[in-house]
């Protein structure tokens, strides 16, 4: 029988997921559908239960629903407790759901792919945003990392202070600092690396206000928007010789223990491997968008 998959969202109709996840099929000829199913945020619950009756494995979940799924699970990782957010539902044979957040070990898989093993051991990371997106990446960041410290920066302080309170009461040992985008060379001066979460710079928006003279020279520069591909962040970043790390990355290696999740048994329990070619097969439907 073809094992069924998606991801569930409002509006879906953008999601990259079904392009990842339908090459992974095709590379391991595995005889699975995963599709994109909109729920609006009343009929989320409702939704998933029908999934669930009509044979699905699982699915991704995407905003806004990320919170109502988190409460949907019975067994729960540390990642999405954390974060308090959810962007995996596994159906289980028993009945009960595993709930992860996979965009935590996303970015850190990123980066360690890009800066390799061990570069953020004992290092500086600014982190700039403290929205939903950052609750992932200060989670993988720390959980997964060994930076001497991460400091994170927003607008609103306030908001950077609840998201450390928040991560506290779960990862009692870590290093966070907080502030505003005004600390920024400060924070910036002795970084590592530099990750942006806010909104900013993302198509439609105005790009992020912040003068990288300030950074580290030896600093490397992560946006995880990948619309556009090359943020002006990061066109700042590359013109001023630092390596840079766009938001594919991390999009795509979420999405793999995703997959190794939905098609367990078919992948024997391996990973999907993050290569040039899925990449390439993304950027092409990035562009076909432009
Ligand atoms: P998401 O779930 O995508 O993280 P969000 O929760 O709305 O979205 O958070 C957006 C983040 O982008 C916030 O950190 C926001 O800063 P504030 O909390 O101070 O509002 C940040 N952000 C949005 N536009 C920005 C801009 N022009 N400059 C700096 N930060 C910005």
Redesign the pocket.
Known sequence: MTAKAGVIGWPVEHSLSPLLHGHWLDAYGIDGRYEKIAAAPEAFAATIRDLRQRGFRGVNVT?PHKEAAFALGETVNQAARSTGAANLLVFKPDGGIGVDNTDATGLFDSLQQELGPLALDGKNIVL???????RGAAFGLQAFGHAARITIL???KA?ADQLVAHMRAHLPDANFTTGT?EDWPAAAADARLAVN????GMKG??P??LDLGALNKSAAVCDIVYSPLETPLLKDAKARGHQTIDGLGMLMHQAAPSFQAFFFAEMQGRMPEVTPRLRQTLVKALQARD
């Open positions: 905003v700039l945003g403290a929205g939903g997106a950052a927003n607008r609103h908001r985008l979460t806010t909104s900013a928006n105005p992020l206000d």
